[in-house]
């Protein structure tokens, strides 16, 4: 079954690696080994994937760059299917088209040099535009369904593609949590006429502001919890006295309570025994119920 899959990859131009280590291409290097990692370069491409993934019945999830992913296996019976080469974009009056593939960065940059405002939030955030749409990523006050006027779909039960309007947006919440079978392909973002200069400069405020309080320097899938109602995670987190609590290679970051890093060697056991450490902790402290922003695949 699977020598013929790969035929067909083979046939189709898609790249493929069997037995690929999953570590090197997560943004937290944790993780074990996957049975298939796919590579296809367009969305065409995508969709064949998944029809031929499906109908050999293999499990198959799909990934933008694994920026906001914690791989939580030794080996994954299945095909994580890498959509990071679909990457085209372009502008068309005050939109800006981009594949699902295409990195938030290189869309904001886009948008301010035909001086388009309203993605300024996003310039820095390492993530791609389909896992952006997916989780309603979001940065200084302002999130992707500020600007996002329609997303593009494939839809794995039906085999439709089709283009989404209503995405059911909340905090860290879309459409495509309560619907799985829909896979992002891309979106069209409204943005506003705006001074190149000026978007520049929030831009790279909103940059260095990073690099000061987050702590780019070591492995992280990013914030690791969602924002609870009327409190911060981080906050709280620190005000139980946390930062640089260690599990293994795992640590809470010294500079941002938020962040749980990788110290080195540090393996998902370690995140996720740190992660319900500082979930029991901050309940018996606060009350408050912390929930996971990071997506795991196990």
């Known amino acids: 079954m699977l020598d013929s899959l790969l035929e067909y990859f083979k046939s ?9 280590n999953v570590a090197l291409r997560s943004a937290f290097k944790v993780g ?3 049975r298939l990692s796919v590579h296809p370069d367009s969305c065409e491409k995508l969709i064949k994937v998944l029809r031929a993934l499906d ?3 293999i499990r198959a999830e799909v990934i933008g760059n694994a920026s906001n992913i914690l791989f939580a296996f030794d080996f994954f019976d299945g095909a994580l299917v890498f959509t990071d080469r679909i990457s085209a974009l372009y502008t068309e009056g005050e939109q800006v088209r981009a594949a699902c593939g295409a990195s938030l960065t290189r869309i904001a940059r886009l948008a301010s040099e035909s001086s388009l405002s309203g993605l300024e939030f996003a310039y820095g955030i390492p993530g791609l535009v389909g896992g952006s749409v997916y989780m309603n990523a979001g940065a200084y ?3 992707i369904s500020d600007v996002l006027e329609y997303s593009e779909a494939y839809d794995r ?8 309007y ?8 879309s459409v495509y949590m309560t619907r799985p079978s829909l896979v992002c392909l891309g979106a069209c973002f409204r943005l506003k006429r705006g001074s190149e200069e000026d978007i520049r ?8 502001s990073r690099r000061e309080k ?3 320097e070591f492995p992280s899938a990013g914030s690791y919890f969602k924002r609870p109602e009327g409190h911060f995670a981080g906050k709280l987190i620190e005000d139980c006295g946390l930062k640089g609590m260690r599990v293994g290679g795992a640590e809470v970051s010294q500079k941002h309570a938020g962040f749980i890093i990788n110290r080195g060697a540090a393996t998902y056991e370690d995140v996720l025994a740190l992660e319900e450490k500082i979930k029991e902790i901050v309940m018996s402290r606060f009350g408050v119920e912390l929930e996971r922003e990071v997506r795991l695949i196990k």
């Not at 400069?201 to 260095?208: F, G, K, L, P």
């Open 214 to 216: 987050q702590p780019l």
């Open 32 to 34: 074990g080994e996957a």
């Open 157 to 164: 039960v039906s085999g439709e593609r089709v283009r989404i």
């Open 166 to 173: 209503d995405h059911g947006f909340g905090y860290r919440q």
């Open 201 to 208: 400069a929030r831009m790279e405020a909103n940059m260095a």
């Open 141 to 143: 006050g302002s999130q």
């Open 55 to 57: 109908n050999e019945g």
């Open 12 to 20: 189709e131009d898609i790249a493929y690696t069997e037995c690929a």
